[in-house]
């Protein structure tokens, strides 16, 4: 995301303005930006100022992931591995942690290794 489009976020957030925010994050990602889908997965995961809602942030993450976010490919990864609003898919989770993995993402790394470990 550009320094100006997070500077409005983070102004929202500091006025208590959560809509506002939402607003502006949401818009960023229904432009295609990855950082900003990830986001609003997150939103929508942990139902911060919106419903929770797994499927919805499973779809955002899958956005995010296609284009190369290693932190929403790092998300699919445990939502598969977990069996998170989705069917246990240890196949998928895999694919997720090793993509994240090959961008350096720590966690991912340790993951799939833990993968791996169990066979």
Excluded at 85 to 109: C, H, I, M, N, S
Aim: hydrophobic share 40%; charged share 25%; net charge neutral.
């Amino acid at each position: 995301m550009a320094k100006s489009d997070l500077d409005a976020v983070a102004k929202a957030l500091e006025r208590g303005d959560y809509q506002t925010a939402f607003g502006e994050i949401k818009s960023l990602a229904d432009q295609g930006n990855p950082e900003a889908q990830f986001k609003i997965g997150i939103i929508f995961a942990y139902g911060k100022d919106v419903s929770k809602n797994q499927s919805e942030a499973t779809a955002w993450f899958r956005k995010a992931a296609a284009q190369g976010y290693a932190n929403a490919q790092y998300a699919l990864a445990l939502i598969y591995n977990e069996g998170q609003g989705v069917e246990k898919d240890y196949a998928q989770a895999v694919k997720w942690f090793e993509r994240a993995a090959k961008q350096g993402l720590a966690p991912a790394q340790y993951g799939l290794a833990v993968k791996y470990g169990q066979g």
